[in-house]
Each structure stands twice: as structure tokens, then as C-alpha cells.
């Protein structure tokens, strides 16, 4: 039989084993199995071009196509600066391939880029117009009249100023009329990026960095902002819309500030978690070393449709690839711009930030890091254990007292 101590001991024990095992399960829980994924990445720039229509061009002309492959499916991703910078995400079988007729597409014809076989899944983000815009009232945000200049994307002088790829990894960088700078980069596993805002990534999603640097302004009080379109490969249904959401996450480890990550999910990721998405922190650095006080928000407006897409999109890899059927697939675009009250508008620093993923399926939920686990243990594991050895403290010393009692 044990001894009052003994049990005590043991109910100590019991407690601090109860703290482990909850941690424990909230690690456990806030696992997603289907964005543990490892792929092998193969890149390549202007597959198949004829040396007649790529030889010239130099890093002017920049198509790289990566092949995400895992055990049971691919994925491909196009990063296309020929036209309207378009961001392709394909879900395909594993033998399945891109094909490009280079002469059609630069004529911007349609079919001019298919797989060998019918992707299951395709979602694409473009990039169709940037804004700048005069902000006299200070709020930070791009109002239906607001005054302001347009930027035609397609129109910018591309020059690829980096390309790096093994098969962990894949980095491009391009800068377009040094104004304007692009880096791109696509994952085999799921981690945290390197640079702020350190978005959370998997092998199912690419991501994409801008920064606005040093562009000669047109108002007194400018501040800018991109209008993004998405293509996605299902039907245009009357009241089936993007969604916007907003998440919090748990801690701000990685971003320090900011606990809210919003999603922009097509119907099919919100009902059965096999759409697109794009994720972001809702949050824009002005300076290139980039941490809490060099923040500013950001703001989107709701996704609405494009009024005749294949017209829209005529300049792009998404028609290249759908031409006139575009008006029949669901195509919605939104806009966002940086910036809020009081932050001295763009003119302050000359420098602006946007950081976001693409990806298919479901955004990554964030998970509780072991520094974390261990912070939050030690903070509520050491005060219990002083809890519990102090009560066992006092019992022993009380029971001691008494004449004949064993401890």
C-alpha cells in the first residue's frame, strides 16, 4: 500500500504528465497531413523556345515552368513574364506534360499552351493593373473615385535578373523598368519563408514577393495599389463566388504584430478543399530591412466578375491556354492597396511591399512551433509543479506532527 507521500508524489506526477499530453495533442491537432507532401522540383526556362525566337531576346523573356512531383500526382507551375505576369497552378496526373507553341503564344493566340492531358485542377492569378493613386483624405485605401494613374503590366520591360533551382528549391527574381521588382519561389516541403512575413508554405503553393521601389509619384498624397484576377478551371455559376476569409493565427512568431492571415478561396477550395487559393499577411514593409516598424497595412476590396474574361485576359497565359473559353469559366478579380492613416503615404519611404502565396487545396493552418510548446509549458507546467510541491510540502510537514501517522 502507498504512503500518503507516495500518492501525492504521484498525483504531482499525474499533473505535470496531463500538461505534456495536452501540448502534446495541440501539436497533434493543429497537424494537416495533406500539406506534408514532399516534392521534387525540376525547373525550366522557356522550355522547348526555338533558338530563332529566345536566342535574341536575352533575360527579357522569361516563361519557367517547374514540375512539382510527388508520389501520386504533379503539380506545374508557370511563372510568365511575357505578357501580363500570370501565376499558373495545375494539378495533373504524373506523366502529364506542358506544351508550348512558342511562335503562336508570343502572337498571343489561344491554345497556343496545353498539357498532354486535361489538367484536374488549374487556378491562376494575374497581375492585371497596378495603381497609383492620390489619397487626399489619409485613409490608406483606393475608393471608387479616387484620382489616379494606371499601370499597364504588360507594357513594362521585364529583365530576369535571377534564376536558381535544385531540387529543394526554385528562385527567380526579375525587375521591370526599375520600378517594379518580382521574386518568385516554389517549395518541395512545407515551412516558413525567409524574409518577412515568414508566410507559411508548402509544396502545394508558389510564392510571390513585389516591391514598389523608388517609382517617381504623380500626387502629393500617393499611396498604390495592384488589382489581381483569378482563373479558375471551374464553371461561371451565378452566386458561386471567391471567398474572403480571415484567420487568426495563434502566436506572432513569424510575423511580429500581425495575427491575421487572410485567404482568398475559389468555391471549390471553401466546399471541398480542392480549389485555389492565394494567402497572405495583411501587412507591407517600406523599408528593405523589413520588421515591425517598418509596417504598414494593406486592404482588399471583395472579389467581383470580369465582364467578358477572354477579352480581358487576351494578353495573357490564361488566354494562351483557354482562349474564348474563358467566358465560360468562373473569373473574378479584386483589389489591394497599402497603407492607412497617419503611415505619411508612399512618398515617406519610396518603398512598398506584397508578399503572397498561390497554391491548391487549403491554405496551411499554422501550427504551434516547439519554442513555443516548450515557452507555454514551462509557463503553465512550473507554476502547477510549485502549486502542487508546495501543497505537498505543507501536508508532509502537518502529518509529520501527528504522533504515530507514517509519511
Not at 83 to 96: C, D, E, F, Q, S
Not at 200 to 205: G, Q
Not at 251 to 275: N, R, W
Request: charged share 20%; hydrophobic share 40%.
Amino acid at each position: 500500500m502507498l504512503s500518503i507521500g507516495g500518492r501525492l508524489q504521484h498525483t504531482v506526477l499525474g499533473y505535470l504528465l496531463l500538461v505534456l499530453v495536452a501540448f502534446a495533442g495541440v501539436a497533434l491537432c493543429s497537424s494537416d497531413k495533406s500539406s506534408d507532401i514532399e516534392r521534387k522540383l525540376t525547373a525550366r526556362l522557356n522550355p522547348d523556345c526555338p533558338e530563332d525566337v529566345c536566342a535574341s531576346e536575352g533575360n527579357a523573356l522569361t516563361l519557367i515552368h517547374i514540375r512539382a512531383d510527388s508520389d501520386l500526382d504533379t503539380i506545374h507551375y508557370v511563372w510568365d513574364f511575357t505578357g501580363k505576369p500570370t501565376i499558373l497552378v495545375a494539378l495533373t496526373r504524373k506523366n502529364a506534360s506542358l506544351k508550348i507553341n512558342w511562335y503562336d503564344f508570343l502572337d498571343a493566340k489561344p491554345s497556343s499552351v496545353q498539357f498532354s492531358e486535361t489538367p484536374i485542377y488549374t487556378f491562376m492569378t494575374v497581375i492585371n493593373r497596378i495603381f497609383q493613386f492620390d489619397d487626399p483624405e489619409d485613409k490608406g485605401m483606393l475608393g471608387e473615385n479616387a484620382t489616379l494613374f494606371v499601370y499597364d503590366p504588360h507594357e513594362f520591360s521585364y529583365n530576369r535578373t535571377l534564376l536558381w533551382f535544385n531540387e529543394k528549391d526554385v528562385i527567380a527574381a526579375l525587375n521591370a523598368n526599375n520600378d517594379f521588382l518580382f521574386k518568385l519561389n516554389a517549395f518541395s516541403t512545407r515551412d516558413h519563408g525567409m524574409d518577412f512575413p515568414h508566410l507559411l508554405h508548402t509544396s502545394n503553393s508558389t510564392q510571390v514577393d513585389i516591391v514598389f521601389n523608388n517609382v517617381s509619384t504623380k500626387f502629393d498624397r500617393p499611396r498604390f495599389a495592384m488589382e489581381l484576377l483569378f482563373v479558375v478551371s471551374e464553371q461561371a455559376v451565378s452566386g458561386t463566388d471567391f471567398q474572403i476569409t480571415k484567420r487568426r493565427s495563434l502566436d506572432d512568431e513569424h510575423t511580429p504584430g500581425i495575427f491575421e492571415i487572410i485567404d482568398v478561396l475559389s468555391p471549390g477550395a471553401f466546399k471541398f478543399s480542392t480549389g485555389g487559393y492565394i494567402e497572405y499577411r495583411p501587412v507591407s514593409y517600406t523599408h528593405p530591412e523589413r520588421d515591425v516598424s517598418t509596417s504598414t497595412e494593406t486592404h482588399q476590396s471583395e472579389p467581383k466578375a470580369v465582364e467578358y474574361p477572354a477579352d480581358a485576359l487576351n494578353a495573357t497565359l490564361a488566354y494562351a491556354i483557354y482562349g474564348q473559353k474563358l467566358d465560360t469559366l468562373l473569373v473574378q478579380g479584386m483589389n489591394i492597396s497599402f497603407g492607412f492613416s497617419g503611415d505619411g503615404f508612399y512618398t515617406k519611404s519610396n518603398y512598398t511591399t506584397l508578399t503572397f502565396q498561390v497554391g491548391f487545396g487549403m491554405p496551411p493552418p499554422e501550427r504551434l512551433s516547439a519554442f513555443v510548446l516548450i515557452v507555454a509549458g514551462i509557463g503553465i507546467g512550473l507554476p502547477l509543479a510549485m502549486l502542487v510541491f508546495g501543497g505537498f510540502y505543507i501536508c508532509t510537514r502537518k502529518l509529520r506532527n501527528r504522533p504515530g501517522t507514517r509519511v
